[in-house]
């Protein structure tokens, strides 16, 4: 199974951008990275997608260098609001039940300062 | 987007007493769903896959007979717990992919169901 590694926490401060790195260094061909956010007693929900170079939507931005062994989430001034756990996802997105998709690492806790 | 909805999103029950609890994908058709257990300052782990029309895939460790997987229609996956005692108490998570229409196959989640078993 593909295994991700993120930093357990980090801290920001109302208005700074923030970049979460996640390395997966046996990632395969097929893999796609997909970021969530999670907040307390609810499930994920999808922040981002990405296979190679630069993704970007409304929310955030996904940088993935050439090699695809890390990916970094990029969060533009970030709120109170965003204050959650940050999960990467490595895995085929097209193979049905592929369970290289389905496991979750440890994630990275976002707390955002006033 | 895609919407996987689960209900109940909170139970209290007794031990011993079996619960269920329900994953529909709201708009979309799902061949396959998956179960997630979270436990309290934990990531999710997955219990198991839910396939429309066949058994159920479980992952190591995770007990057949006492975590009941049913997947009777495209659109609704159930799990029941039997038999719940407290260390089954959890926040239990369901996923579903969207390959239809312009569905990428990304992965939904319901927004969780808080298991306590007294």
């Not at chain 1, 930093?7 to 061909?29: F, K, L, R, W």
């Not at chain 1, 922040?47 to 989430?73: C, H, M």
Request: net charge neutral; aromatic share 10%.
């Amino acid at each position: 199974l593909a295994k991700t590694t993120q930093p357990i926490s980090m801290d920001s401060y109302e208005g700074q951008e923030v970049n979460i790195t996640c390395s997966h260094n046996n990632i395969a061909t097929n893999d796609y990275i997909t970021w969530y956010q999670q907040f307390p007693s609810q499930g994920p929900r999808f922040i981002i997608q990405g296979y190679k170079t630069k993704v970007t939507n409304e929310v955030a931005s996904l940088f993935i260098p050439a090699d695809r062994k890390s990916s970094t989430l990029s969060l533009p001034r970030v709120s109170l609001s965003d204050t959650a756990v940050y999960y990467c996802l490595v895995g085929d997105p097209i193979s049905s039940g592929s369970a290289r998709q389905l496991t979750f690492g440890s994630g990275t806790q976002l707390t955002v300062l006033p | 987007g895609a919407v996987v909805s689960q209900h109940p999103s909170r139970v209290i029950c007794k031990s011993g007493t079996s619960v269920k609890i329900e994953c529909r994908s709201l708009d979309f058709q799902a061949t396959t769903m998956f179960w997630y257990r979270q436990f309290p300052k934990q990531s999710l782990m997955l219990m198991a896959t839910s396939n429309e029309g066949s058994k159920a895939t479980y992952e190591q460790g995770v007990e057949k007979d006492k975590f009941l997987i049913n997947h009777a229609s495209l659109t609704l996956s159930t799990l029941t717990v039997t038999s719940a005692h407290p260390e089954d108490s959890s926040f239990y998570i369901c996923s579903a992919r969207d390959y239809g229409g312009s569905g990428t196959g990304e992965l939904f989640f319901g927004e969780g169901s808080r298991l306590t078993v007294l």
